[in-house]
């Protein structure tokens, strides 16, 4: 008997449809109106805290899994709701990989809970990397943290730009310079705990898609943090700051291995868009008649949708082998992960455009849902690493080159 197999655990597939109701009967119907009012909906959050979706503990249960497939299937069927709403629900996990990433097991404890809070209390995160003149190249952050070692403090000071749940959210996860010479290696992360001064939100940016989803400028003025706030300890910095001055290769800074942990399951996001509207323009074309006949019939449209439903499956098998390569301890030799990112991104925002060109006139108006659709996947050729960076990845990978 074969050891290969893609068939989901008998717990997978109750999670598959535990997600996929909580998206049809509470995300869907109120996706539309949250699009166009820009807000957080605080009230779905707290209905994904009451089943339990909005938790540390779901989030630990997934990670645990054998196979590495659970988050990637919640992901895709919480996003086919709508991806707004599901990254309002979600975006907390980019703190929480933050801390997972970095963090000792004492912070661990300390933090994650803190930044789903409870049912009645509900409490969000944000990781905070990006800054108006450091995107994609992380290295050139200007966000300083400085230690005062009478006081054991850190002192943060800097503009963190686009940050999702920016300035609103209760545990901010700041990635800042303690070395600017030594760029990305002198970097280090730092969770600003809930209610500390000095931490502000800046402009909110009016936006192009996942609207229902905060993303904002964080401005942080003399942010005084104890020492126990860098994540992962003084002494593993000191050693790993003392060792790239000495100019030996260090781990994986302290962005990067959030962004390799979080990147198929970002692209898992994107499938779930992309098969939202694959299934609405499927249906559409069976029940809109031009010529007496119904426009699937037309060889023009059904080939759209068999090119759709193959890029999805393509997209949807690059994700799940990246998530069973990390789950399986095997590291990525050509950019595994990044490549799904690339592929489910791309095909998103062009299964979402076949999807508006399949309903015509409709499905360029906002009495559909396709319109919303493409602009939401839009951003997956863009955040967690655009397109270009992936390619950029995956070509050094496998090139073993310095490609710029
Ligand atoms: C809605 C939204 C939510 C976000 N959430 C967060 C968040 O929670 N936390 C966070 O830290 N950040 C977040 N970001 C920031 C996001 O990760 C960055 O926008 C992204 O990394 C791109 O950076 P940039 O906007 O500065 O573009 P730039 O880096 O200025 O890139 C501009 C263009 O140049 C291309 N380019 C740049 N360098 C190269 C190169 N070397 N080779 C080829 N092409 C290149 C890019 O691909 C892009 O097409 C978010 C962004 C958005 C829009």
Same mark, same amino acid.
Request: aromatic share 8%; hydrophobic share 40%; glycine share 8%.
């Given at each position: /008997?074969?050891? @290969?197999?893609?068939?989901?655990?008998?717990?997978?597939?109750? &999670?598959?449809?535990?997600?996929?109701?909580?998206?049809?009967?509470?995300?869907?119907?109120?996706?539309?109106?949250?699009?166009?009012?820009?807000?957080?909906? #605080?009230?779905?959050?707290?209905?994904?805290?009451?089943?339990?979706?909005?938790?540390?503990?779901?989030?630990?249960?997934?990670?645990?899994?054998?196979?590495?497939?659970?988050?990637?299937? $919640?992901?895709?069927?919480l996003f086919?709701?709508d991806a707004g709403i599901g990254l309002a629900i979600m975006g907390?996990t980019l703190?929480?990989?933050?801390? /997972?990433?970095?963090?000792?097991?004492?912070?661990?404890?300390?933090?994650?809970?803190?930044? @789903?809070?409870?049912?009645?209390?509900?409490?969000?995160? %944000?990781?905070?990397?990006?800054?108006?003149?450091?995107?994609?190249?992380?290295?050139?952050?200007?966000?300083?943290?400085?230690?005062?070692?009478? +006081?054991?403090?850190?002192?943060?000071?800097?503009?963190? %730009?686009? &940050?999702t749940n920016?300035?609103? $959210?209760?545990?901010?996860?700041?990635?800042?310079?303690?070395?600017?010479?030594? +760029?990305? =290696?002198?970097?280090?992360? #730092?969770?600003?705990?809930?209610?500390?001064?000095?931490?502000?939100?800046?402009?909110?940016?009016?936006?192009?898609?996942i609207?229902a989803s905060h993303t904002?400028?964080?401005?942080?003025?003399? *942010?005084?943090?104890?020492?126990?706030?860098?994540?992962?300890?003084?002494? +593993?910095?000191?050693?790993?700051?003392?060792?790239?001055?000495?100019?030996?290769?260090?781990?994986?800074?302290?962005?990067?291995?959030?962004?390799?942990?979080?990147?198929?399951?970002v692209?898992?996001q994107? &499938?779930?868009?992309?098969?939202?509207?694959?299934? @609405?323009?499927?249906?559409?074309?069976?029940?809109? #008649?031009?010529?007496?006949?119904?426009? *699937?019939?037309?060889?023009?449209?059904?080939?759209?949708?068999?090119? /759709?439903?193959?890029?999805?499956?393509?997209? =949807?098998?690059?994700?799940?082998?990246?998530?069973? /390569?990390?789950?399986?301890?095997?590291? @990525?030799?050509?950019?595994?992960?990044?490549?799904?990112?690339?592929?489910?991104?791309?095909?998103?925002? +062009?299964?979402?455009?076949?999807?508006?060109?399949?309903?015509?006139?409709?499905?360029?108006? =906002?009495?559909?849902?396709?319109?919303?659709?493409? =602009?939401d996947?839009?951003i997956?050729?863009?955040f967690?690493?655009?397109?270009?960076?992936?390619?950029?990845?995956?070509?050094?990978?496998?090139?073993?080159?310095? &490609?710029?």
């Amino acid at each position: /008997m074969s050891g @290969f197999t893609l068939d989901l655990t008998d717990d997978q597939s109750q &999670i598959k449809e535990w997600v996929h109701t909580f998206a049809q009967d509470v995300v869907r119907p109120v996706a539309h109106e949250y699009d166009e009012r820009e807000e957080m909906p #605080f009230d779905v959050i707290k209905e994904a805290s009451n089943i339990g979706l909005y938790s540390w503990e779901f989030l630990a249960q997934a990670y645990a899994d054998e196979n590495g497939l659970t988050l990637p299937i $919640a992901m895709e069927e919480l996003f086919w709701g709508d991806a707004g709403i599901g990254l309002a629900i979600m975006g907390t996990t980019l703190g929480v990989s933050g801390i /997972m990433g970095n963090g000792t097991q004492e912070q661990i404890e300390e933090w994650i809970p803190q930044c @789903f809070g409870s049912p009645e209390k509900i409490q969000t995160a %944000a990781f905070c990397v990006s800054e108006p003149d450091a995107g994609s190249d992380v290295s050139s952050l200007r966000t300083k943290a400085v230690y005062d070692e009478a +006081k054991d403090e850190w002192v943060l000071n800097g503009t963190k %730009a686009w &940050i999702t749940n920016g300035g609103i $959210a209760d545990v901010h996860v700041v990635v800042a310079s303690v070395d600017p010479e030594l +760029k990305a =290696r002198g970097h280090a992360s #730092f969770v600003v705990p809930p209610g500390t001064k000095g931490l502000s939100q800046g402009s909110k940016y009016k936006k192009h898609g996942i609207r229902a989803s905060h993303t904002a400028e964080v401005i942080l003025e003399d *942010v005084r943090i104890p020492g126990s706030c860098l994540l992962g300890g003084k002494e +593993k910095l000191d050693h790993r700051l003392n060792k790239a001055r000495e100019g030996k290769s260090t781990s994986t800074q302290a962005a990067m291995s959030t962004f390799e942990a979080s990147r198929p399951i970002v692209a898992a996001q994107a &499938i779930g868009i992309a098969r939202a509207a694959y299934e @609405f323009s499927l249906q559409y074309s069976k029940e809109r #008649f031009t010529w007496g006949k119904p426009i *699937v019939q037309n060889q023009a449209i059904a080939f759209m949708l068999a090119d /759709m439903i193959t890029e999805i499956d393509a997209a =949807r098998l690059l994700v799940w082998r990246a998530c069973w /390569m990390a789950r399986n301890g095997k590291q @990525f030799v050509s950019g595994e992960g990044s490549m799904s990112k690339l592929k489910a991104g791309e095909v998103a925002v +062009k299964v979402t455009e076949n999807a508006i060109q399949i309903l015509g006139g409709y499905g360029y108006t =906002r009495e559909y849902p396709v319109e919303r659709w493409h =602009r939401d996947a839009k951003i997956y050729t863009i955040f967690e690493g655009t397109s270009e960076i992936q390619r950029l990845v995956v070509a050094r990978a496998i090139s073993g080159e310095k &490609i710029h």
